[in-house]
């Protein structure tokens, strides 16, 4: 059973006026493209094909905005680092990132999305300073633990905690076998419960 039954996908934003209005709370999702945000996004809500995986080019590049409960919501950022992207739209996605960030005041905090045997790119150091120059808390999920094995994947976690230093708290995740969903979700929980001014 789903903890948020009544989670439902609202719209798709493709400019800030687009977005849907500011109020009550939200928690962002970013992540390379592939790295498992859709997977992990399914996964802490428990239903398959909410957010959809992969295959979906034309959404993934867009703001989608997902209600959890009554003025809660989940924001599945467009997904960067495609290895083709012109430089318009590369454009495009960076000022509409900046736009997000600096705007939203129903904003709580940034779930990051890394695929745990590429560690950080520089697309995901964008994403934590554009949090970070609004105070944002953000949360590090190291997708995919399933693929490494017990110690690669400690080992991967350490370096990770120890490049983040006090920006980010990480932690294991897989949406395969569920490893790390009742902690993602406790996290998102705690991002959606904090007030305006924290
Ligand atoms: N083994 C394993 N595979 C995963 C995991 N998470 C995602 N995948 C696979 O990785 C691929 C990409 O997953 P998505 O969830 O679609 O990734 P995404 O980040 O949403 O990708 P885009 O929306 O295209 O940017 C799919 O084939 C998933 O099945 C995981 O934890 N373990
Ligand atoms: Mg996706």
């Known amino acids: 059973m789903s ?15 687009q977005f849907v209005p500011d109020t009550g709370s939200e928690a962002a999702f970013a992540g390379r ?20 995986t992969s295959k979906t080019p034309g959404r993934t590049r867009l703001v989608n ?3 959890l409960r009554d003025e809660q919501r989940l924001v599945d950022l467009p997904g960067y680092g495609f290895a083709k992207v012109a430089g318009k739209m590369r454009e495009h996605w960076a000022d509409l990132m900046a736009e997000y960030f600096e705007t939203r005041k129903s904003l709580r905090g940034l779930f990051l999305i890394v695929d745990i045997r590429r560690q950080l790119t520089d697309y995901d150091r ?6 970070d120059a609004v ?13 490494l094995k017990r110690g690669q994947a400690a080992t991967a976690l350490l370096e990770v905690r120890r490049d983040l230093g006090d920006t980010a708290t990480v932690q294991h995740f897989s949406a395969l076998n569920r490893l790390g969903e ?3 979700r406790a996290k998102l ?4 419960s904090l007030s305006a001014d924290q």
């Open 3 to 17: 903890q948020y039954p009544e989670a439902q996908f609202i719209k798709s934003a493709n400019a800030p006026g």
């Open 33 to 52: 493209s592939n790295a498992g945000k859709s997977s992990a996004i399914n996964v802490i809500v428990n239903r398959r094909q909410f957010a959809r």
């Open 65 to 67: 905005f997902f209600s």
């Open 126 to 131: 964008q994403m934590l300073s554009f949090a």
């Open 135 to 147: 105070g944002l808390p953000a949360h590090v999920l190291l997708t995919k633990t399933d693929k």
């Open 182 to 184: 009742d902690e993602a």
């Open 189 to 192: 929980d705690e991002f959606l």
